[in-house]
């Protein structure tokens, strides 16, 4: 299927509506444990959403707009959130998720993109030659993995609680598949 | 980690509007697309989650506190949806879902149910001996297994738009591990 912009866009209007739905007040078993050593939490997922609002996607855009596949993106932090969430609890990271996808999506309405632009090449600095119309596909999978991530954290920590049932259970046998 | 009862009725009472947030007025290309041949789209994810709550989690706790092993439990239909879900639209499922699992927890709360019923035992037609502990952890973690589910469905929407960040992105190289 290709690439349609208001489909993109739609996904990523419901994301921050449906963690906080998810996860506000639940009990911090579920939102603060993860699944081992230098693994994250729901907790630290939702500051690595934010950080990419800050500093992946219409940053990137906005590089492939201005300069092509002259400037490589820079590259981007995945462990900022643990100095950025420092402090915060769960509900404010949520309201400041919303918050920052509220802001880029205004933007990217204010970009007003055509077809032309969305055919526009960047270059990734480990990934090569990308699309502006793969960056933004990939900014709504992106929430999409990381939605796939949470639940998975979330059912580890009922692995011994629900017995021989993990058999059936396809999100116990998930490993991530993180590249 | 040991089962909470708490814990899971926590989970189990976000559910509906996790769900109701992420999918209800997406583009139907989110909602009603599956993997392929004999897979499942989110609008029949919600269908099988709407089934089970009429025939799995309570009427097997019931079992389990009225007969103990002497009944094995009734099989689950894993494609009553199909027939179920048909002619209604996927705003209908997701009220019809939070009504039922909003009668099931009512429900679950009036059985006040004790350590020493938690620890009743209970006889599954596959797995075998399982207590009602286990029922009851498995009907979250249902819950997070269709959540990671529906978010790689919607995700695979998505597999070619997104051009080489497939490589960073686990969802797309998640088959679902089902027994």
Known sequence: ?????QDTIALLSHTPAALNALLRDLPDVWTRR?????TW???DIVGHLI???RTDWIPRTKIILE????RPFDKFDRWAQARES???TLPQLLDEFARVRG???AELRRLNLQPRDLARRGRHPALGDVT???LLATWAAHDLTHLHQISRVMAHQYRDAVGPWTAYLGVMHCEGHSA
């Open 1 to 5: 299927m290709d690439h349609n912009l």
């Open 34 to 38: 993860n699944e081992g050593d230098k």
């Open 41 to 43: 939490s729901a907790f």
């Open 51 to 53: 950080h990419g609002e």
């Open 67 to 70: 300069s092509g596949e002259a």
């Open 86 to 88: 420092e402090g915060k």
């Open 103 to 105: 802001e880029s999506l």
């Open 132 to 134: 502006l119309s793969q």
